[in-house]
């Protein structure tokens, strides 16, 4: 056996190693040339079905452009205008000014209300609704940062959802299914709108716990920001006409930019545009977008020399966003590499899954109450109490110890905490009021509730 040979064995042997373990899956299409994929792992545990050509994958965020480019082409039809107040179709949303283009662009400063539900009182397994979401986004009354600048929304991508409706009369997967997925031959790609609802050839999605797996999806499906399940080989033809678009573009564009600018996003250098992530720089120009959905990962790179990087994954500990630049990474070195030795490296340089927004689980002390709190933008309400010298805030029955940061700054897993004036340790003073900011989700004033 020569060494071209022992390499394939390997890598063969190290893939099928993955048998028992959920999947991933690494496809490369290139301008004019045939596509290639790799995979490995299973789609389902329970029945040992293994990821193959025809697996579907929640693809989470990467869903948003197109999103996007049914609003650009909604505007196109003369059906809305990227400039229109979102407002003026929805008028139970509340923050002036916020335009359509907004939205697409993150730069609308819409709270993300996935991020409120744990202070809402939702728990983790709870079942939740589009609708849900959409209430608390009506009860939002000002932009959660300045105009301009960005913070990604989730909840902004369900209200260009609903935008859409109201300019087609139909749902999202009606206009998508007419404009988008039939003409491209996409037969597998669906916006699921309802948990009870099948999607052949769908993959489970799963996280290593103490001694075997447990499932990670969620009675929830929003469309607009994600919940679009499709295979490798149908992203693959949305990226193609993609760039079909990009290259047809005028002065060498990014894809959409004749409708909408690309503006700086919360990773710099990056900049963002319809729906997608943008690397402009000189010799590395490439639009991209990641997903992370209910255990699923998922990541597209388009180049402007028409290169397609997809990976799509159902395991919680393979992050398929670090898969695909690996993967980059390499094919601009070596365009011929063989797809399986480099998802089989991959793979084997799996990252460890995100730790979950929780409350704290330590034995049960003394707490001295200082008062409940409530945000009109967020229904129910907080509390905070004292215990040992430590501040910690209460929110659905369970409890986050909060670590002082500054003066009169707290923080816990996900958020912080800001209060008005210091309060010294040991100190039975109740706050009026205080500020907590979560990543997507800053600025919610709470204030004391009168008993």
């Known amino acids: 056996m020569n060494s071209s040979d022992t390499s394939v064995a390997a890598t063969e042997a190290a893939l099928a190693d993955r048998l028992g373990e959920p999947g991933v899956i690494l496809r490369v299409g290139r301008a004019g040339r045939s596509t290639a994929q790799a995979h490995t792992g299973l789609a389902s545990l329970e029945l040992a079905a293994p990821v193959g050509e025809n697996t579907a994958f929640n693809i989470g965020s990467v869903a948003k452009q197109v999103t996007a480019y049914l609003c650009i082409r909604a505007a196109r039809d003369r059906l809305l205008t990227l400039d229109q107040p979102i407002g003026d179709i929805l008028p139970r ?40 979401l959409l209430q608390l986004a009506y009860r939002q009354r000002r932009r959660a940062v300045e105009p301009g600048r960005f913070l990604y929304s ?54 290593a716990v103490a001694g075997g797996w447990q499932h990670q999806q969620r009675p929830v499906t929003l469309p607009g920001p994600g919940s679009l399940w499709c295979t490798a080989a149908d992203l693959d033809r949305w990226l193609a006409h993609l760039w079909y678009e990009w290259r047809h573009s005028v002065d060498d564009a990014l894809p959409f930019e004749q409708h909408l600018s690309y503006q700086p996003s919360d990773h710099a250098p990056f900049t963002y545009g319809a729906g997608l992530y943008a690397d402009p720089r000189p010799g590395r120009t490439v639009v991209f977008h990641y997903g992370h959905e209910q255990g699923f990962s998922s990541a597209v790179h388009l180049t402007s020399s028409g290169l397609r990087v997809i990976c799509l994954s159902n395991g919680g500990g393979i992050a398929a966003d670090h898969i695909a630049t690996a993967a980059l990474t390499h094919l601009n070195r070596d365009p011929d590499i063989d797809l399986r030795q480099l998802l089989s490296r991959a793979v084997q340089r799996r990252t ?71 309060l010294v340790d040991g100190s039975e003073q109740t706050p009026d009021s205080f500020v907590v900011d979560l990543k997507r989700a800053p600025g919610l004033q709470y204030r004391r509730r009168s008993v």
């Open 93 to 132: 949303f509340r923050i002036p000014n916020v335009t359509i283009g907004d939205l697409v662009q993150h730069q609308g400063g819409v709270r993300d209300a996935e991020s409120l539900l744990s202070l809402a009182g939702f728990r983790e397994l709870d079942h939740y609704t589009a609708d849900d």
């Open 154 to 207: 989730n909840t902004g991508y369900l209200l260009l959802a609903e935008a859409l409706k109201h300019a087609y009369g139909v749902g999202l997967q009606e206009i998508a299914d007419r404009h988008v997925f039939t003409p491209l031959g996409m037969t597998s790609a669906r916006f699921k709108t309802d948990p009870r609802e099948v999607i052949p050839g769908a993959a489970a999605s799963y996280q």
């Open 352 to 422: 460890a899954s995100k730790t979950p927004f929780v409350g704290t689980t330590e034995p049960e002390a003394p707490h001295a109450p200082l008062g409940t709190y409530a945000c009109d933008e967020v229904p129910g309400t907080v509390r905070l109490s004292r215990s040992a010298g430590s501040l910690y805030l209460w929110r659905r029955g369970t409890r986050d110890r909060l670590t002082c940061t500054g003066s009169s700054d707290y923080a816990a897993d996900g958020y912080t905490l800001t209060l008005p004036t210091t």
